[in-house]
Every structure is written in C-alpha cells, then in structure tokens.
C-alpha cells in the first residue's frame, strides 16, 4: 500500500500542474466567448480532432506503440533506431494527410457532431473554427508519437510539461481575444480575424506542445531522418495487435457523437444549456479521476502485469483490492462534495465576462449530476486494467459496447422526456447509470478470470468510507444553506466562503472522521502528509 502510495503521489504531483492550467484555460475560455453559442460553435469545432486521433492514434499508442518500440529496442540490431524513424515518418505522412482532409471536409464533420441546421449562423461559425482548429491533428500526432519513443527512454519530463505549455499558450490566445475582440461572445458579430484568433490560437499550442516533445527527444540522442521504407515499419503487426483497441475507441466516440448532437439540439432551443456546459462540467467531473485515479492506475498495472505473467492470481486480487480502495477513500468524499457544491464550485470559475452567473450555475447543476459518476466510473477504469494486465484487450471491447449502448439508449430517452433545459442534465444522469451498470458486468467477468474479487471486503470497506463522508456532506449542505440565506444567493465571494467551509473544513473533517474509524487507505494518506509536512 505504501509503496503504491508513494508512487501514485509522485505521478499525481507532475500531473497536477499540467490539470492546473488547464482548469485555468476553461475558466479564461467562459469569461472570454461564453457558454451559449459561441461558445458551442468554439467547443463543437475542438471536439473534433481530438474525438479523429482517439480513432487513429492515441487509442492504441500506449498498448500497442509502445511496447512495439520497446520490442525494437531490444531486439533490433541498431537499437530500434531505424524503426523508430520509420514510425515518425509515417505519423507525420498519414497524420498530414489525415489534416489536410479533415480541413476540407470541415462542413461534414460539423454536420456529424451536431444537429446543427446548416446555414444557421453556429454551424457557419463552427465550420470555420475547425477550418483554424483542424490543422493540429498533424502536429498532436507527431507529438504524441514522440511522447511514447521518449517515455521508453525513460524521459518522462517533456511529455508532463508539454501540455502545460499548450495550455498556456491558449491562455494568452483567449485573454488576447477578450481584450481586442469587439463581438465578446456575440456570435452574430464576431468577425473571421476574430475566429482566426481563436482557432489558429488553439492549433499554435498544440504545435508549441509537439515542438517541446521534439526538442526533447533531440536531447534525448535521437536524430530524425525521414524513412519511406514502410514494409519494415510493422504496421500489419500493429493493426493485429490494435484492433481491439480500435474497436473500444470506436464505440466509445459513437457514443460521444451522440452526446454532442444531443447537447447541441439542446442549446439551440436554450442558449447557454448546450454542448458548452456539458463540455466544463465533464472537464471538472474528471479531474479527481485524472490527479488521482490515473495516476494509482499507473502504478498498479505493471504490478499486476507481472503477478499474472508468474500465474500469482492472489497477488492480482490483492493488488486490485487495495487499488480500488485506495482509489474510493479519495473518491467517496469528492463525489458526494460534487453533488452538494456543484454550483460554489462552478461560479467563481465561470461566472465572469461574457459567462452570467446564471450560465455558471447551470454547469453547476450538471456537475452535481456528474458527481453520481465518480465513483463507478472510477471503479470500472480499475476493473478494465485487470483484464489488459491479462492481454485480453478483446473484453474491454465487450463491457465498453454495453456500457455504451445503455448509455446511449438512456441518452434519447432523457432527452425526449425532460425540457431543453434539463437536457443535459439529463446526458449527464444517463453517464451515471450507464457506468454503474458497466462497472457491475465488468466486476462480474474480472471476478471469473481471477477467482473472485473479494467483492465482501471491498464492499464493507466503501461502506465504512461512505458514513465517514456523511458528516462532511452535512457540513457541505449547511454551508450552501446558511450562505444563501444570509447572503441571497451564490455569488463569487458567497460561493469561496461555501467551499472554504463545505470543501476544505469538509475534507478534513472527513479525514478526521475517517481516520477515527481506522479507515487504512485514510490513516496511510494522513500518514503521508504528516511526514511530509515534518520534514
């Protein structure tokens, strides 16, 4: 458990900086071009390359590339230099390729994500955006790559700063844009210098991302020299060994294409309640996950990796019980804090400039929704590591077409039966049920492979962690009861006075609490603050 601990903390800390700027980056995106249609038309257009490299790219880079790359180095006589090459030849020929189309079939792409009627001024304005926006697929590729042939070098610095150059690189883009921009977030005024601004901004971090990987791979010893001879570059290998990967990206983006025609239909009858707040109170939903839950997942897959390749199935047991646990003592507290504070979380980051407060609660009530999700999104992110520390990536294909399918289905019915704007609450309640429902086939089909997962104790073990949340969730609602009847509602200072007292006297009051209870999971963390603060 320590030494998981240790690990997991060292990962957190490098990943926080990069999570840091870019919660700063969605906050200067709200005050400078707003939530409402804009600001869809700005989020629509950066949705799409990202949702076209998870399709080509960064869906198979971790279990495919890499360990492919590794392979080269061990076993080609030149040290996996000469493959290397080929696999950045190719990345930046195909992912050229794959921009230049993109560009050109912009009109179609936005078609596709949104239910936006063409002609309309937001599908308009959201062709162009990714006309600017589009060209970063080139460019996050090639980083990418460059990432992972770093990453088997054991240089694991670039690839954490990077994107936090990226970010602020788009930061100065946005506060540049509130500064000189007429329009703000009038979508009917907004000029083509000011998308441009916007859009080839965003595409300029992305390129200043790929130029720090690139530079650091220089230092790292690596000479790029452009190689066509792709025979040798082991593609079909790859294909083989990717497409199962390919197929739990590919269900996954449907689903998403799904969500972002739903939200879009529902901003376009209430402006303001479409793919933007759904697009921030994900971003926030996720980032406990991201600090904490990646990086436990980081540390625990080559572990059990190695525990199922010595046939040690009790080791994968007991490494994916503490795991779990480790991962729900943060979780727990975060995600009832999420359902109770939503919108004190949400006003002070959102409710400025061209964002109303009003705007900013909403993304709050849609947060309060995601906070459902944490915790079985989490667990199943967990059980899904126990089936690829087995090799078996074919599963994962399986729970995530369910999960997705329950998903989608509870989608449309939330969106046929609740009014515009409730809609997206709604998307966000459906995400909830899904992953519950996910996570319980997939803790069914892991407990199989490996003999049971002590489900009892895992089970008693959240429980506990659930009554020691309970009286921070209390605190949590009296601080929103007692400051919106004292002080009339949520405004930037009433709502930092709500999360000084519902978060930060709430969490350590869980701590307390917990640490009382003997909680382990709870005393290890208290533990390790308390050396290191001693030091």
Not at 134 to 153: D, S, Y
Not at 183 to 190: G, L, M, Y
Request: aromatic residues 10%; contains cysteine; glycine residues 12%.
């Amino acid at each position: 458990m320590s030494r998981m601990l240790r690990a997991s903390a060292l990962m957190a800390a490098g990943t926080m900086v990069s999570r840091v700027t870019g919660f700063v980056r969605t906050m200067v995106l709200a005050y400078a071009i707003g939530t409402a249609a804009l600001g869809d038309s700005y989020n629509a257009a950066y949705a799409i390359p990202y949702s076209i490299l998870d399709l080509l790219l960064l869906g198979v880079l971790s279990s495919v590339v890499v360990p492919m790359i590794v392979r080269a180095q061990q076993q080609d006589p030149d040290g996996g230099r000469a493959y290397e090459q080929r696999l950045l030849t190719f990345a930046t020929v195909a992912l050229t390729v794959v921009a230049v189309l993109a560009v050109l079939a912009a009109p179609l792409l936005i078609d596709l994500y949104t239910g936006w009627a063409p002609g309309s001024r937001k599908y308009e304005v959201g062709v162009m955006l990714a006309r600017f926006i589009l060209p970063q697929l080139a460019f996050f590729g090639i980083g990418a790559v460059a990432g992972a042939i770093l990453n088997t070098r054991d240089r694991f610095g670039a690839p954490m700063w990077a994107p936090v150059v990226n970010n602020l690189v788009v930061i100065c883009v946005f506060v540049m844009y509130a500064l000189v921009s007429q329009a703000r977030d009038d979508i009917d005024a907004v000029t083509t210098a000011d998308l441009a601004l916007l859009g080839l901004g965003t595409t300029a971090g992305i390129v200043a991302q790929a130029a720090v990987l690139i530079v650091a791979l220089r230092r790292a010893g690596f000479s790029f020299v452009p190689r066509f001879d792709l025979r040798n570059a082991r593609l079909g290998e790859m294909g083989k060994a990717g497409v199962w990967t390919i197929g739990y990206v590919i269900v996954t983006q449907l689903g998403f294409l799904l969500t972002t025609n739903l939200s879009s239909s529902a901003g376009d009858q209430v402006p303001g309640h479409g793919i933007s707040p759904y697009t921030l109170a994900f971003q926030l939903f996720q980032l406990p996950y991201g600090v904490v839950g990646v990086s436990v997942i980081t540390a625990m897959l080559p572990r059990m990796s190695r525990a199922v390749g010595e046939g040690r199935l009790g080791d994968v047991r007991e490494e994916f019980g503490s795991s779990v646990r480790l991962i729900c003592a943060l979780m727990v507290p975060m995600s009832l804090l999420l359902m109770v504070l939503g919108p004190a979380i949400t006003v002070p980051i959102y409710g400025h400039g061209a964002n109303s407060v009003y705007d900013a609660i909403y993304i709050g009530n849609v947060l309060q929704v995601y906070g459902l999700a944490l915790v079985p999104f989490s667990i199943f992110q967990l059980l899904l590591r126990v089936f690829y520390s087995f090799g078996d990536t074919r599963t994962p294909v399986y729970v995530g077409a369910g999960t997705t399918a329950v998903n989608a289905g509870l989608m449309v019915v939330f969106y046929l039966l609740l009014p515009a704007e409730y809609a997206v609450m709604g998307l966000a309640l459906a995400y909830a049920i899904a992953y519950g429902l996910g996570a319980l086939l997939a803790w069914t089909l892991a407990g199989r492979r490996v003999g049971g997962l002590d489900g009892w104790t895992v089970g008693m073990a959240m429980t506990r962690m659930y009554l020691a949340s309970l009286p921070t969730a209390v605190l949590a609602l009296a601080a929103v009861w007692g400051v919106t009847e004292a002080f009339g509602g949520l405004r930037f200072v009433n709502s930092l006075i709500v999360l000084a007292v519902g978060g930060g006297l709430g969490l350590v009051l869980y701590l307390g609490v917990a640490h009382r209870m003997r909680i382990p999971e709870v005393n290890s963390i208290v533990g390790m603050v308390a050396r290191r603060v001693g030091r």
